[in-house]
């Protein structure tokens, strides 16, 4: 019974540390795709585009932080 509970707490660690994973992975494509707006865009755009990239900028931060600290908690566990 404990290695079929320990076996699924391996599981549900993996399947989080994926999704944590694939959401940083996400926001780090959207991010560069933010910064390649940013530097083609118009004199027009220039201000938006930027404060698009920054907003990129941080959700990629964000998801990598949450990465960072899921993987410490499954490692030290």
Do not use: K, N, P
Not at 35 to 53: I, K, P, Q, T, V
């Amino acid at each position: 019974m404990f290695d079929e509970t320990e076996a699924d707490v391996a599981t549900i660690t993996v399947a989080v540390i994926d999704d944590a994973y694939c959401a940083w992975f996400t926001a780090e494509s959207e991010c560069q795709m933010a910064l390649r707006d940013w530097f083609h865009a118009s004199r027009d755009g220039r201000e938006f585009a930027y404060l698009a990239y920054v907003a990129a900028l941080d959700r990629e931060e964000a998801s990598a932080r949450d990465m960072a600290r899921l993987w410490d908690s499954a490692r030290s566990a």
